[in-house]
């Protein structure tokens, strides 16, 4: 039953749809600029949405493991259908697909930091503060050198700065997790932004202005990161014991092992990750830092590590999910469709509500993320 | 007393840690420290004017400590001061400026309603934790963001926007909606102080609030004590939400140095929920320790303007004092700790 619910929930949303659908969609599936000029795809509204819904009707009344994932898909292009149907300008699919992977690359990078971290059972809620830290020491860095590699080396130790101290106060000093993730995020907010204000601010182009970083770059290290993360967690035997820490971390105890040392392992190695998405925020996009740059992208990726439910491929294709939902609610606004693009965006933080819920399938976390371990003396 | 001493000792570290961040990569800068820190005084005491702001901008702060404070007495972290604000501060400020009422009753209907509004919020995360499990912490912090989203979404309808506006603010609020006050020091701080009283009226001295506890100290010993858990957990969210919602209504209707309110947009809640967090955290799990920690905060955010304006230096530095004090705060011992 649960398998067809979600297709049979795309069906009726896309029924619906087809109902308001009218005109033409354009999709256009190279860009204007393009060296080689792809035709633009002029599809009826109406059908195309008519037959996403049949798509999901029918993985609905078959209702095997792919069902949802199949409904899930027909949703989406129904949707970009709906809303490209009846708009004077084309729906840049290039574009689309463009935006979705920048998007979704720190929500990535970040997402497996955050993984690791609540893996080994530190709850880590300061993603954002690791992603803000890196974009600043990144662009710093990368302004006075000149150096893209020392930038990202950069943003990479300001993640594991940032995780180090979230370790320090969590696993030694035993503060509340959930607390310290948002003092952490108030502490970077407030170290970047005086900084910046302070050193940038007056001499830009020497502190402000780094060489750009080409997107794939970092879009292909979170690609690669993945099947990493995976690995290291799924397949040896590190991987193991950072699970069994973050499930019952008395029974990691008894076996001899030490586990604030294997969390501070976990943290330290995700700040790095996280370090890593923050870079993308300033070097890949324009060289240059300004006060609270990510503003909540670190909270998309905490979403997309809910929603993905603490598993690397699954977060993974969450973080391109949200990165899809951002750049549609981009693209929507320009093409001037129905649908507001600001209620768009709010879109992956309803989905993990929802998620947590329960309402659509389980959400687990790792059976002690948030609870300090203290040695029994 | 060991709570004040500690508290004395936590504010020290974070001057003393603001300062040494001041100075780490300007270190010609030494000398504006102790310029910076007196403007930073002089904003937040050093006069009738300074105080007013201070205690305005303390009032939301410590409605919101306090709706804090209600979720850790029944074992919850509610993370959704922000959205519960924003959802108050949303709808007192669409009373304000949509209605007409007669002064005095327009403000209290507003303020009512931004409290109802928090309060519907709250207990939306309250419900979810009762009925599916959901956890408060996520499900609230995700709720910030569906807030926020919302009323940038609502910003952008015909309804909320300043009709010739192309930005994204709304009409301004009524002189009958706006709190009385002189200047800036409003009747929120007095709102606010008798929150607290009946927060710890009823925390400490009702039925409910004995349920309340019971349910935060041992879910499962109140149950078997015939409490009913879960209505518990929604009512305990509900009237957090309630305080926040409160919180919001205040900044939505508290008149500016000019004497009317600052009119709805994305920023005007400011980060006053995140703040909340700080000031319950300070508070030690007291009324008055809130009330207090709401000042001292307040205070902070009252002298980082004249800060900057005075010393030059950066009003975020006053994050990362925040930030530090908490730290302190929040470390059992550091003694223990560094062993």
Request: hydrophobic content about 60%; aromatic content about 8%.
């Amino acid at each position: 039953m649960n398998r067809r619910r979600l297709a049979l929930l795309a069906t009726i949303v896309l029924l619906g749809l087809a109902v308001v659908t009218s005109g033409d969609a354009v999709f256009a599936l190279s860009g204007q600029f393009d060296r080689f000029g792809l035709p633009a795809v002029r599809l009826p509204g109406r059908a195309l949405v008519l037959a996403c819904a049949g798509v999901a009707g029918v993985a609905a009344a078959i209702g095997r493991r792919w069902s949802p994932l199949v409904g899930l898909k027909a949703l989406v292009v129904g949707f970009v259908g709906w809303a490209a149907a009846g708009s004077a300008l084309p729906f840049l699919v290039g574009n689309q697909v463009a935006g979705t992977v920048a998007y979704a690359t720190p929500l990535v990078l970040g997402a497996l930091g955050g993984l690791l971290c609540e893996r080994s059972g530190v709850v880590n809620i300061s993603i954002e503060g690791q992603f803000l830290l890196a974009a600043f020491a990144s662009t710093i860095v990368a302004s006075v050198t000149g150096v893209l590699a020392f930038g990202v080396l950069a943003g990479v130790l300001a993640g594991l700065v940032m995780a180090a101290l979230l370790a320090f106060f969590s696993i030694q000093a035993l503060v509340g997790q959930v607390m310290l993730g948002i003092v952490l995020n108030l502490l970077a907010a407030g170290l970047t932004g005086f900084w910046f204000a302070q050193i940038m601010v007056p001499q830009p182009l020497v502190f402000n202005s780094a060489p750009v970083l080409n997107r794939w770059v970092l879009a292909g290290l979170a690609a690669a990161s993945v099947p990493v993360v995976w690995l290291l967690l799924f397949r040896t035997k590190w991987g193991l014991r950072i699970r069994a820490a973050g499930e019952h971390p008395q029974a990691v105890a008894s076996a001899g092992l030490d586990v604030r040392r294997l969390r501070w392992q976990a943290v330290l190695l995700g700040g790095a990750f996280a370090g890593l998405g923050g870079c993308f925020f300033t070097l890949a996009t324009v060289g240059q830092f300004s006060r609270n740059i990510t503003s909540g992208y670190g909270f998309i990726a905490l979403a997309a590590l809910i929603m993905g439910r603490w598993q690397p491929g699954r977060v993974a294709l969450m973080a391109l999910g949200f990165g899809f939902v951002m750049q549609l609610a981009g693209q929507t606004q320009a093409l001037g469709t129905p649908i507001n693009s600001q209620l768009l965006l709010i879109l992956p933080y309803v989905a993990t509500i929802v998620a947590v819920a329960g309402l659509v399938g389980r959400v687990r976390a790792p059976a002690a993320s948030g609870q300090n371990y203290q040695a029994e003396r | 007393m060991r709570d004040l001493v500690g508290a004395v000792l936590a504010v020290l570290l974070g001057l003393v840690v603001g300062a040494l961040v001041m100075v780490l990569f300007d270190p010609a800068s030494a000398a504006n420290v102790a310029r910076a820190y007196a403007a930073l005084f002089d904003g937040a005491f050093g006069s009738g004017r300074a105080i007013a702001e201070t205690i305005a901008l303390a009032a939301p702060l410590i409605c919101a400590g306090l709706g804090i404070w209600v979720g850790f007495g029944a074992g919850l972290f509610n993370v959704g001061a922000q959205g519960q604000a924003i959802v108050g501060a949303t709808i007192a400020a669409y009373i304000g400026f949509a209605v007409v009422l007669p002064a005095g009753v327009h403000a209290m209907v507003a303020l009512a309603g931004g409290m109802l509004g928090g309060a519907g919020w709250g207990s939306l995360a309250g419900w979810l934790r009762a009925r599916f499990g959901a956890h408060e912490v996520i499900t609230t912090i995700m709720g910030n963001y569906v807030a926020a989203g919302l009323l940038a979404f609502l910003l952008t309808t015909p309804r909320f926007q300043r009709p010739g506006r192309g930005d994204s603010v709304a009409p301004l609020v009524h002189p009958s909606a706006a709190l009385p006050g002189w200047g800036r020091a409003h009747l929120g701080v007095l709102l606010a102080v008798l929150a607290a009283a009946a927060v710890w009226l009823w925390l400490q001295r009702s039925r409910q609030g004995l349920e309340l506890r019971a349910v935060g100290f041992n879910p499962l010993a109140a149950d078997t004590s015939g409490i009913v858990v879960a209505s518990t957990v929604v009512r305990a969210m509900t009237v957090s939400g309630l305080l926040a919602g409160l919180a919001g209504a205040i900044v939505a209707l508290a008149p500016d140095v000019h004497g009317s309110p600052t009119p709805l947009s994305d920023s005007l809640v400011g980060s006053v929920g995140w703040d909340a967090i700080t000031v319950a955290m300070l508070g030690r799990g007291r009324a008055v320790g809130i009330v207090v920690a709401g000042v001292l905060v307040g205070a902070l955010r009252a002298g980082s303007l004249t800060m900057q304006t005075q010393a030059g230096t950066p009003f975020d530095l006053v994050n990362v004092i925040q930030a530090v004090i908490v730290l302190a705060v929040a470390t059992p011992s550091l003694w223990r700790v560094l062993r």
